[in-house]
């Protein structure tokens, strides 16, 4: 079971950026789908963004799209959620998630599809 630490959370004005990091440890990372998911106030957890283990085939939210970039580096055992254009509902807590599979377009975007979960960073757009 892989152990996942997210971080890189922090408070923002809207429009601005962050970028998100989740380090791996405890298993194989290249053998892993990764995901990002986010959880406001309130609200059920929702799905943000995953990438195939090669990095090759990526996902995003309708509500995301063309504003988050999700990355990998296999070699630092690291995924990223790049966020620009930061808008005050994207205040959430933001997960990382990890599930074992070298399927390259597994497309799987539902929290019960993945197995590992990190603790969550915050992050916080105001207006």
């Known amino acids: 079971q892989v152990q996942l630490v997210e971080s890189g959370g922090g408070l923002v004005q809207a429009g601005g950026s962050l970028r998100l990091s989740c380090a791996a440890s405890g298993g194989t990372f290249s053998s892993y789908y990764m995901g990002w998911f986010r959880q406001a106030p309130g609200k059920e957890r929702e799905f943000v963004a995953a990438i195939s283990w090669s990095g090759g085939n990526t996902y995003y939210a309708d509500s995301v799209k063309g504003r988050f970039t999700i990355s990998r580096d296999n070699a630092k055992n690291t995924v990223y959620l790049q966020m620009s254009s930061l808008k005050p509902e994207d205040t959430a807590v933001y997960y990382c998630?990890?599930?074992?599979?070298?399927?390259?377009?597994?497309?799987?975007?539902?929290?019960?599809?993945?197995?590992?979960w990190g603790q969550g960073t915050q992050v916080t757009v105001s207006s």
């Open positions: 998630a990890a599930r074992y599979s070298r399927i390259e377009r597994i497309a799987a975007t539902e929290d019960r599809d993945f197995g590992s």
